[in-house]
């Protein structure tokens, strides 16, 4: 990972994406660097591997596993990164929390969930996947749980400017329809983890056949996301109480919201032609103020 020109608000969220490859002892000490207080560009490496429990040479390991050229490098991005703005916003819950600590915690991590993603976003594959949604003749949305939620709010986003899609939830009816795409399809896996073995099944289907395949996840090194041919990353830092699905999931929509937009322009006519006849054709079902 080089430190030229990378915006600090992408450090955590990169080296978060890579948790899933590393064992449990060096992910150990990886949360034994964040959880440090004074952890600045002096903290000596030795340090790290007496509070860690580990060799120094582990360390070492560790931040190249992580995508660092080595300790240096890792330390100095951690060090930036720890006094952002943007890290500073997530704070764990507690039992104790008042309802205004509550408001204020849960918010300010969706928030820091925005800004990273903003950070970390593939400008080019986020283009890629407006021309092939757009261009597509059929358009599969794969997922599961509150994945498959998210999978049927942008459906319904699309469908208003006349881009038609099917949201498929059920592990057989997902291997069904990806058996029928072909190269002029699309299929686009939604899934947290990257892990969900029913929406990797049918994205594995579906580009068999041809289909271009997108995924929208947090880690762009799970097994969803090495299968895919474009991968638009989110990230969210989690807590105990309310895991990284909830702030993750602030951040996918967001994306997918940008996606929308950028796929209604590339014919803008069409898509506000479209979207008044939607709109239209809803009318009747709003109750008038009496």
């Known amino acids: 990972m080089s430190l030229d020109g990378l915006d600090l608000r992408a450090v955590g969220p990169k080296i978060r994406m890579r948790l899933p490859l590393l064992t449990p002892l060096e992910l150990r000490v990886v949360e034994t660097v964040f959880a440090?207080?004074?952890?600045?560009?002096?903290?000596?490496?030795?340090?790290?591997?007496?509070?860690?429990?580990?060799?120094?040479?582990?360390?070492?390991?560790?931040?190249?596993?992580?995508?660092?050229?080595?300790?240096?490098?890792?330390?100095?991005?951690?060090?930036?990164?720890?006094?952002?703005?943007?890290?500073?916003?997530?704070?764990?819950?507690?039992?104790?929390?008042?309802?205004?600590?509550?408001?204020?915690?849960?918010?300010?991590?969706?928030?820091?969930?925005?800004?990273?993603?903003?950070?970390?976003?593939?400008?080019?594959?986020?283009?890629?996947?407006?021309?092939?949604?757009?261009?597509?003749?059929?358009r599969d949305f794969y997922g599961v749980g509150g994945s498959a939620q998210i999978a049927r709010d942008v459906s319904h986003k699309f469908l208003r400017i006349g881009i038609r899609s099917s949201v498929q939830d059920d592990a057989h009816m997902m291997l069904m329809s990806a058996a029928l795409l072909g190269p002029d399809d699309v299929a686009v896996g939604f899934?947290?983890?990257?892990?969900?073995?029913?929406?990797?099944?049918?994205?594995?289907?579906?580009?068999?056949?041809?289909a271009r395949t997108v995924v929208v996840t947090n880690y762009n090194s799970s097994p969803l996301a090495e299968i895919a041919d474009i991968v638009l990353c989110s990230t969210a830092q989690g807590s105990p109480l309310m895991g990284e699905n909830a702030a993750a999931r602030i951040a996918q929509l967001n994306i997918l919201d940008a996606l929308f937009v950028a796929v209604a322009q590339r014919d803008y006519a069409a898509a506000e032609a479209n979207l008044e006849r939607t709109m239209t054709a809803v009318t009747t079902k709003r109750k008038d103020h009496s």
Request: cysteine-free; charged content about 25%.
């Open 36 to 138: 440090l207080r004074q952890f600045t560009e002096r903290t000596a490496l030795s340090q790290i591997a007496t509070d860690a429990g580990v060799s120094e040479a582990l360390v070492v390991k560790i931040a190249k596993k992580l995508g660092f050229s080595g300790f240096r490098d890792f330390r100095t991005a951690v060090a930036e990164y720890i006094r952002s703005p943007t890290a500073e916003m997530h704070e764990e819950l507690s039992a104790d929390d008042s309802s205004e600590a509550i408001l204020q915690k849960v918010f300010r991590t969706s928030i820091q969930a925005l800004e990273e993603t903003l950070a970390i976003i593939d400008i080019a594959a986020f283009d890629r996947s407006a021309d092939i949604v757009k261009t597509a003749r059929n």
């Open 191 to 210: 899934s947290h983890s990257g892990r969900t073995t029913a929406v990797i099944d049918a994205i594995q289907l579906a580009r068999k056949n041809g």
